[in-house]
Protein backbone atom coordinates (compact mmCIF):
# COMPACT_ATOMS: atom_id res chain seq x y z
CA UNK A 1 0.00 0.00 0.00
CA UNK A 2 2.94 2.32 0.60
CA UNK A 3 3.17 2.85 -3.49
CA UNK A 4 -0.86 3.74 -3.70
CA UNK A 5 0.26 6.45 -0.26
CA UNK A 6 3.06 7.70 -2.37
CA UNK A 7 0.94 7.98 -5.63
CA UNK A 8 -1.37 10.11 -3.59
CA UNK A 9 1.03 12.18 -2.29
CA UNK A 10 2.99 12.75 -5.52
CA UNK A 11 -0.28 13.58 -8.00
CA UNK A 12 -2.77 15.29 -5.04
CA UNK A 13 -0.53 16.21 -2.55
CA UNK A 14 -2.36 14.37 0.10
CA UNK A 15 -2.69 11.46 1.95
CA UNK A 16 -4.83 8.70 0.93
CA UNK A 17 -8.43 8.59 1.49
CA UNK A 18 -9.21 5.18 2.99
CA UNK A 19 -11.92 3.92 0.50
CA UNK A 20 -9.44 5.56 -2.19
CA UNK A 21 -6.22 3.85 -1.14
CA UNK A 22 -7.63 -0.02 -0.70
CA UNK A 23 -9.79 0.19 -4.49
CA UNK A 24 -6.21 1.26 -5.64
CA UNK A 25 -4.42 -0.66 -3.88
CA UNK A 26 -6.52 -3.79 -5.14
CA UNK A 27 -6.34 -2.75 -8.91
CA UNK A 28 -2.89 -2.83 -8.41
CA UNK A 29 -2.68 -6.13 -6.84
CA UNK A 30 -4.92 -7.46 -9.33
CA UNK A 31 -2.67 -6.58 -12.00
CA UNK A 32 0.70 -7.86 -10.07
CA UNK A 33 1.80 -5.01 -8.80
CA UNK A 34 2.44 -2.98 -12.04
CA UNK A 35 1.55 0.99 -11.22
CA UNK A 36 0.43 1.45 -14.68
CA UNK A 37 -3.18 0.52 -13.67
CA UNK A 38 -4.03 3.48 -11.85
CA UNK A 39 -1.53 5.91 -12.59
CA UNK A 40 -3.51 7.19 -15.59
CA UNK A 41 -6.60 7.53 -13.67
CA UNK A 42 -5.04 9.70 -10.98
CA UNK A 43 -3.25 11.93 -13.81
CA UNK A 44 -6.73 12.80 -15.48
CA UNK A 45 -8.34 12.89 -12.65
CA UNK A 46 -10.59 16.24 -11.77
CA UNK A 47 -8.34 16.56 -8.54
CA UNK A 48 -5.10 16.11 -10.62
CA UNK A 49 -6.42 18.11 -12.97
CA UNK A 50 -7.48 21.29 -10.83
CA UNK A 51 -3.83 21.06 -9.35
CA UNK A 52 -1.59 21.26 -12.20
CA UNK A 53 -4.01 21.59 -15.48
CA UNK A 54 -3.87 19.76 -18.37
CA UNK A 55 -0.21 18.79 -18.24
CA UNK A 56 1.44 20.14 -21.71
CA UNK A 57 5.35 20.99 -23.08
CA UNK A 58 3.66 24.47 -22.12
CA UNK A 59 3.31 23.84 -18.65
CA UNK A 60 5.69 20.96 -17.70
CA UNK A 61 8.00 23.36 -16.26
CA UNK A 62 5.45 24.46 -13.77
CA UNK A 63 4.27 21.15 -13.30
CA UNK A 64 7.73 20.14 -12.24
CA UNK A 65 8.57 22.38 -9.99
CA UNK A 66 4.97 22.60 -8.12
CA UNK A 67 5.68 18.58 -7.74
CA UNK A 68 9.28 19.59 -6.62
CA UNK A 69 7.75 22.18 -3.99
CA UNK A 70 5.42 19.73 -2.73
CA UNK A 71 7.23 16.34 -2.20
CA UNK A 72 10.44 18.20 -0.97
CA UNK A 73 9.86 21.92 -0.11
CA UNK A 74 12.07 23.54 -3.00
CA UNK A 75 11.73 23.92 -6.93
CA UNK A 76 13.67 21.67 -9.19
CA UNK A 77 17.31 22.16 -9.87
CA UNK A 78 18.32 23.00 -13.24
CA UNK A 79 19.28 19.72 -13.84
CA UNK A 80 16.48 17.63 -12.51
CA UNK A 81 14.18 20.61 -14.33
CA UNK A 82 15.53 19.54 -17.78
CA UNK A 83 15.60 16.33 -17.52
CA UNK A 84 11.88 15.92 -16.31
CA UNK A 85 11.16 18.61 -19.28
CA UNK A 86 13.11 16.62 -22.06
CA UNK A 87 11.99 13.36 -20.77
CA UNK A 88 7.75 14.46 -21.06
CA UNK A 89 8.58 16.39 -24.42
CA UNK A 90 10.55 13.37 -26.16
CA UNK A 91 7.64 11.49 -24.45
CA UNK A 92 10.05 8.90 -22.15
CA UNK A 93 7.60 10.22 -19.37
CA UNK A 94 3.96 10.64 -20.18
CA UNK A 95 1.48 13.27 -18.01
CA UNK A 96 0.52 9.88 -16.27
CA UNK A 97 4.25 9.14 -15.64
CA UNK A 98 5.66 12.54 -14.68
CA UNK A 99 4.66 12.61 -11.46
CA UNK A 100 5.88 8.73 -10.44
CA UNK A 101 8.99 9.29 -12.53
CA UNK A 102 9.78 12.76 -9.86
CA UNK A 103 8.88 10.09 -6.56
CA UNK A 104 11.15 7.71 -7.96
CA UNK A 105 13.80 10.38 -8.39
CA UNK A 106 14.27 10.45 -5.38
CA UNK A 107 16.75 8.17 -4.41
CA UNK A 108 18.97 9.92 -1.34
CA UNK A 109 19.68 12.84 0.85
CA UNK A 110 16.93 15.36 2.00
CA UNK A 111 14.24 14.48 -1.13
CA UNK A 112 14.29 11.24 -0.14
CA UNK A 113 13.92 11.73 3.73
CA UNK A 114 11.18 14.53 2.52
CA UNK A 115 9.21 11.71 0.60
CA UNK A 116 9.75 8.95 3.71
CA UNK A 117 8.19 11.35 6.08
CA UNK A 118 5.39 12.31 4.08
CA UNK A 119 4.68 8.91 3.26
CA UNK A 120 5.03 7.97 6.89
CA UNK A 121 2.17 10.93 7.81
CA UNK A 122 0.34 9.99 5.71
CA UNK A 123 0.35 6.29 6.72
CA UNK A 124 -0.30 7.85 10.45
CA UNK A 125 -3.42 10.47 8.81
CA UNK A 126 -4.61 7.38 6.70
CA UNK A 127 -5.42 4.96 9.39
CA UNK A 128 -6.57 7.48 12.03
CA UNK A 129 -9.29 7.59 10.09
CA UNK A 130 -9.59 3.85 9.35
CA UNK A 131 -7.65 2.33 11.89
CA UNK A 132 -7.89 -1.33 10.18
CA UNK A 133 -7.48 0.16 6.82
CA UNK A 134 -10.86 -2.00 6.15
CA UNK A 135 -13.17 0.28 4.77
CA UNK A 136 -15.23 -0.13 7.58
CA UNK A 137 -15.13 1.33 11.13
CA UNK A 138 -14.08 5.18 9.75
CA UNK A 139 -13.56 7.51 12.48
CA UNK A 140 -13.96 10.44 10.70
CA UNK A 141 -15.59 11.34 7.40
CA UNK A 142 -12.79 12.76 4.73
CA UNK A 143 -14.64 13.27 1.66
CA UNK A 144 -14.57 16.50 -0.60
CA UNK A 145 -12.85 19.38 -2.10
CA UNK A 146 -12.31 21.08 1.45
CA UNK A 147 -11.22 18.16 3.52
CA UNK A 148 -8.65 17.38 0.73
CA UNK A 149 -7.58 20.82 0.67
CA UNK A 150 -7.19 20.69 4.67
CA UNK A 151 -5.44 17.13 4.11
CA UNK A 152 -3.18 19.16 1.76
CA UNK A 153 -1.89 21.44 4.36
CA UNK A 154 -1.48 18.63 6.56
CA UNK A 155 1.45 17.18 4.62
CA UNK A 156 2.56 20.37 3.26
CA UNK A 157 4.29 21.07 6.67
CA UNK A 158 6.03 17.81 6.28
CA UNK A 159 9.89 17.79 5.43
CA UNK A 160 12.74 16.20 5.23
CA UNK A 161 13.45 17.06 9.03
CA UNK A 162 12.08 14.82 11.58
CA UNK A 163 10.68 17.54 13.84
CA UNK A 164 8.19 18.15 11.11
CA UNK A 165 6.75 14.54 11.96
CA UNK A 166 3.13 15.03 13.21
CA UNK A 167 2.71 12.73 16.63
CA UNK A 168 -0.33 10.32 17.00
CA UNK A 169 -2.39 13.02 19.22
CA UNK A 170 -1.47 16.02 16.57
CA UNK A 171 -2.97 14.32 13.78
CA UNK A 172 -5.82 13.39 15.62
CA UNK A 173 -6.01 16.73 16.27
CA UNK A 174 -5.65 18.13 13.12
CA UNK A 175 -8.10 15.49 11.84
CA UNK A 176 -10.64 16.67 14.69
CA UNK A 177 -10.14 20.04 13.85
CA UNK A 178 -10.29 20.07 9.97
CA UNK A 179 -11.55 17.25 8.78
CA UNK A 180 -14.26 15.40 10.61
CA UNK A 181 -17.51 16.48 10.37
CA UNK A 182 -20.26 16.16 13.47
CA UNK A 183 -21.58 13.35 14.44
CA UNK A 184 -17.75 11.64 13.51
CA UNK A 185 -16.35 9.40 16.27
Same mark, same amino acid.
Given at each position: !????????????? *????? $?????????????????????? $??????????????????????????????? #???????????????????? *? #?????? !?????????????????????? =??? !? @?? *??????????? @??????????? $????? @??????????????????????? =?????????
Amino acid at each position: !MDAVQKIYIGYYR *RPADP $AGLIYSAGRVSGSGGNLDAIIE $AFANSPESLALNGAITGGNISDVVNNTYLAL #FAHPADSGGLKYYIDGFNTG *R #FTAATI !MLNILDGATGGDDLLSVNNKLA =AAD !M @FT *RTIDPGLDGVA @FQATYAGDADN $AKARQ @FLASVTWSPATLPTQSATTTYIQ =ANISDPGDI
